[in-house]
């Protein structure tokens, strides 16, 4: 759901997040509420974006990296740490 371009974090590859991410630790909090098919987005506390989800689907919660930009290097990391679930 979200992808980062070493620089920005971004809701797929066109809405714009925040910026100024890269190589910092920060607490990212995801609010999605299916009910709403609405998404909230606070970066260390912060409300930084509201989209409307994709609709149903099935649903699962993955941190990875997926892919690098264009002519970037092949090195891609990300770290997590005290993730947590809460459900209503």
Same mark, same amino acid.
Request: aromatic share 18%.
């Given at each position: 759901?979200?992808?980062?371009?070493?620089?920005?974090?971004?809701?797929?590859?066109?809405?714009?997040?925040?910026?100024?991410?890269?190589?910092?630790?920060?607490?990212?909090?995801?609010?999605?509420?299916?009910? =709403?098919?609405?998404?909230?987005?606070?970066?260390?506390?912060?409300? =930084?974006?509201?989209?409307?989800?994709?609709?149903?689907?099935?649903?699962?919660?993955?941190?990875?990296?997926?892919?690098?930009?264009?002519?970037?290097?092949?090195?891609?990391?990300?770290?997590?740490?005290?993730?947590?679930?809460?459900?209503?």
């Amino acid at each position: 759901m979200y992808e980062g371009d070493g620089v920005d974090l971004r809701y797929y590859r066109y809405n714009l997040v925040d910026t100024g991410l890269y190589d910092k630790w920060f607490r990212l909090n995801i609010i999605h509420n299916v009910g =709403k098919g609405k998404i909230i987005v606070f970066i260390d506390g912060v409300k =930084k974006f509201v989209v409307k989800d994709h609709g149903p689907g099935d649903l699962y919660f993955k941190c990875d990296v997926y892919a690098a930009p264009f002519n970037s290097s092949n090195y891609m990391e990300s770290r997590w740490k005290e993730i947590k679930l809460y459900e209503k």
